[in-house]
């Protein structure tokens, strides 16, 4: 009819509808094909907030154990008689009475010895408040070669022992930082002996092929035919007790690596197998490249994802592995400090029934195996960007 007006065709919608639509998803289609590999990895791991979140807290630990005498409020090996096994003071912004106390306190602990048990029982004293306080002075400590005695918190008067003390009266909290600066760093430097001996091995074995990878895969055979755990604990005990502890330390490390390396080395090596045939690596050789040259230059580089996600995924297993040699008296020795050999003082079990408090290595143990654990997932699933 005349002057009726037509309404517009589906398939007009559509269209209409689609076009904005496929326009933006071009644009971001667009935007990330101009993302290289690594830019795409980051964003992925980003957009994993329990890997992000565990990456950031680790890197809290790595801090405080770098600036350990500062943060800790004691001395490591410093006791106080009066303080034998006292369990952790509660951070307070209330008093007794109900009052709001803007800066925080602990209440003073009055040690008394249990006339039926004959340990010492602490109570607090609610008339008698410390206030914590920050920048405070304290014991003196060494860094970079300087001597200090500012603290990150503390009290003027009285005591602070947030995780309570050990059997000698000394502060658990600051033993536990200054025993991450071993835990920590052992784990680190283990896994990176092992990711270099693994990656060149394998690499060298599965490019060069022949002969040579023969002999290798026998030489990790032969290695693995012995089980890790009495092969670790047999390789500790030949360590001579008397070595200063930094010996003893560098021992744990070779070890580990000298034990862990093959089965690295076995996976590098199938890697590199089908990176091999790959055009770069052919247009590499065709150009008269060397066997380092591509190795270090196109092979290495290939398989380092693989390598990030198993040196996260290992330093747990070092870590673990450290604290049960110190735990069973074969790793480090006092007066250095790490969180296995705290935790030898929790073998008793009138230690575990009456001070429970002793075990706090043990979870700063496992919080950190988790955390990097997490940021293990979090880079394994970031080494696919495009899945």
């Known amino acids: 009819m005349a002057g009726e007006t037509k309404k517009p065709t589906a398939s007009i919608l559509k269209n209409a509808t689609a076009g904005p639509v496929v326009g933006i998803a071009g644009a971001v289609a667009d935007k990330r094909q101009h993302l290289s590999l690594r830019q795409l990895m980051i964003r992925r791991f980003c957009r994993n907030r329990v890997a992000l979140g565990s990456l950031i807290i680790l890197g809290l630990f790595y801090v405080v154990m770098v600036f350990a005498g500062f943060v800790s409020p004691y001395a490591p090996q410093k006791g106080n008689s009066l303080y034998l096994t006292t369990p952790p003071q509660a951070v307070r912004f209330f008093d007794a009475e109900g009052n709001f106390h803007l800066r925080p306190f602990v209440y003073r602990l009055e040690g008394k010895r249990d006339p039926k048990t004959l340990t010492f029982v602490y109570e607090e004293n609610l008339e008698k408040r410390d206030q914590i306080v920050l920048f405070v002075e304290g014991d003196e400590y060494t860094f970079l070669g300087v001597k200090f005695n500012r603290h990150l918190f503390g009290t003027e008067e009285g005591t602070i022992y947030l995780l309570g003390t050990d059997l000698r009266g000394r502060d658990m909290l600051s033993r536990i930082i200054y025993g991450s600066r071993v835990t920590l760093t052992i784990g680190l430097v283990g896994v990176a002996l092992m990711i270099v001996l693994g990656a060149l091995v394998g690499a060298l074995s599965g490019y060069i092929g022949g002969f040579v990878d023969m002999a290798v895969q026998r030489v990790i055979?032969?290695?693995?035919?012995?089980?890790?755990?009495?092969?670790?604990?047999?390789?500790?005990?030949?360590?001579?007790?008397?070595?200063?502890?930094?010996?003893?330390?560098?021992?744990?490390?070779?070890?580990?690596?000298?034990?862990?390396?093959?089965?690295?080395?076995?996976?590098?090596?199938?890697?590199?197998?089908?990176?091999?045939?790959?055009?770069?690596?052919?247009?590499?050789?065709?150009?008269?490249?060397?066997?380092?040259?591509?190795?270090?230059?196109?092979?290495?580089?290939?398989?380092?994802?693989?390598?990030?996600?198993?040196?996260?995924?290992?330093?747990?297993?070092?870590?673990?592995?450290?604290?049960?040699?110190?735990?069973?008296?074969?790793?480090?020795?006092?007066?250095?400090?790490?969180?296995?050999?705290?935790?030898?003082?929790?073998?008793?079990?009138?230690?575990?029934?009456?001070?429970?408090?002793?075990?706090?290595?043990?979870?700063?143990?496992?919080?950190?195996?988790?955390?990097?654990?997490?940021?293990?997932?979090?880079?394994?699933?970031?080494?696919?960007?495009?899945?």
């Open 221 to 387: 055979e032969v290695f693995r035919l012995f089980p890790p755990i009495p092969l670790w604990l047999a390789l500790a005990a030949a360590v001579p007790p008397q070595l200063p502890s930094i010996y003893v330390l560098a021992s744990i490390v070779v070890i580990y690596g000298f034990i862990q390396w093959p089965g690295l080395a076995r996976e590098v090596r199938g890697l590199v197998l089908v990176l091999r045939e790959t055009e770069f690596v052919l247009a590499s050789q065709a150009a008269g490249a060397g066997t380092f040259w591509v190795i270090r230059k196109h092979l290495i580089p290939s398989v380092l994802p693989h390598l990030l996600v198993t040196a996260t995924l290992g330093i747990p297993v070092v870590i673990i592995f450290e604290s049960t040699l110190s735990f069973f008296g074969l790793g480090v020795k006092p007066p250095t400090i790490s969180w296995g050999l705290l935790l030898q003082q929790s073998q008793k079990l009138e230690v575990l029934s009456f001070y429970p408090w002793l075990l706090a290595p043990a979870v700063f143990l496992v919080v950190a195996s988790l955390l990097f654990n997490f940021v293990g997932d979090g880079i394994r699933d970031a080494v696919d960007p495009y899945s």
